[in-house]
């Protein structure tokens, strides 16, 4: 079963795993959340979702990238670590 995906177009494949299924789906070619609800190997709705998830993600990736924040937020944590 193939679902188009609503930002970018791409087909995405689903296997037989998808043919009763009610939930998020990502798009393997823009990351896109899809929400898809099918029945019997048909496809009943498809809708993307805001990425509530990528964004917060975004939000612990950019404090690992920046480590000034994490030094703002927990002073002491940040410091060489201790090995032995
Ligand atoms: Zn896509």
Request: proline letters at 4%; glycine letters at 8%; aromatic letters at 4%.
């Amino acid at each position: 079963m193939r679902i188009n995906c609503l930002a970018c177009g791409h087909k995405v494949d689903l296997d037989d795993a998808y043919d009763d299924y009610e939930g998020p789906v990502k798009c393997f070619a823009c990351r896109a959340i899809l929400e898809i609800r099918t029945e019997q190997g048909s496809i009943k709705a498809v809708k993307q979702v805001n990425s509530i998830q990528h964004r917060s993600a975004e939000e612990v990736f950019e404090r690992v990238l920046n480590p000034m924040n994490a030094t703002a937020q927990g002073a002491g944590t940040a410091g060489p670590r201790r090995i032995g």
